[in-house]
């Protein structure tokens, strides 16, 4: 190659190498996966928000109506219960009877402790087969919970709890959060129930 063709390659190079044209459309493809990953984020997230807002809202709602002791002609209080979650979801959330549980206790002090057991010798914190306990919850056996599951009766106070799982709208986030494509969402509150007649309708 002659030297004249050599410099004019080399000229050519150097124009190519300084040349900022195309740099915007080169930076934007690099930076675009990265903003739309983001922004499909922003919008998985603000789902997940709002589904969890409508399951607090339902879950409010059906322990409104669980302490008042009513039960609507034709269905039973848990029946009507899993109803007004669903409505408060708005056809967004839709959840089945194994989505909510109820459990029942004397009172608030009691939520989520054990039933009251002898730690016999050598006593070690924790209760052992074959050590005696009371049976609060009536099951046969000792639990680490003593809530039994219903709704409960007049001046009984209730956990409602519901799981949910929420699907992600898209694929782009399940190898970071969830299982399967779903997010378990979760909502709890205790309420006590009313002195109600239990001779009422």
């Given at each position: 190659m002659s030297k004249p063709c050599t410099r004019r390659w080399r000229w050519t190079i150097?124009?190519?190498?300084?040349?900022?044209?195309?740099?915007?459309?080169?930076?934007?493809?690099?930076?675009?996966?990265?903003?739309?990953?983001?922004?499909?984020?922003?919008l998985e997230i603000m789902g997940m928000l709002f589904a969890t807002a409508l399951i607090e809202g339902g879950l409010r709602e059906a322990s409104r109506f669980g302490i008042t002791g009513l039960?609507?002609?034709?269905?039973?209080?848990?029946?009507?219960i899993i109803e007004l979650v669903n409505r408060a979801g708005v056809g967004l959330v839709h959840v089945n009877s194994g989505d909510v549980q109820t459990?029942?206790?004397?009172?608030f002090e009691s939520i989520g402790q054990p039933e009251p057991y002898?730690?016999?010798g050598p006593?070690?914190?924790?209760?052992d087969l074959g050590e005696s306990y009371v049976d609060v919850n009536g099951?046969?056996?000792?639990?680490?919970?003593m809530g039994a599951a219903g709704v409960g009766g007049p001046g009984d106070v209730v956990v409602y709890k519901l799981d949910y799982e929420w699907p992600l709208f898209t694929p782009v986030l399940v190898p970071f959060m969830g299982t399967d494509g779903k997010v378990m969402l979760e909502a709890?509150?205790?309420?006590?129930?009313?002195?109600?007649?239990?001779a009422s309708p």
């Open positions: 150097r124009r190519l190498a300084r040349s900022e044209q195309g740099a915007a459309a080169v930076e934007f493809a690099f930076t675009f996966p990265l903003l739309l990953v983001g922004v499909i984020g922003t039960e609507p002609a034709g269905v039973s209080r848990e029946e009507k459990t029942v206790y004397s009172n002898v730690d016999d006593a070690n914190g924790q209760y099951n046969g056996q000792w639990d680490p919970d709890s509150l205790a309420v006590r129930n009313e002195p109600y007649d239990v």
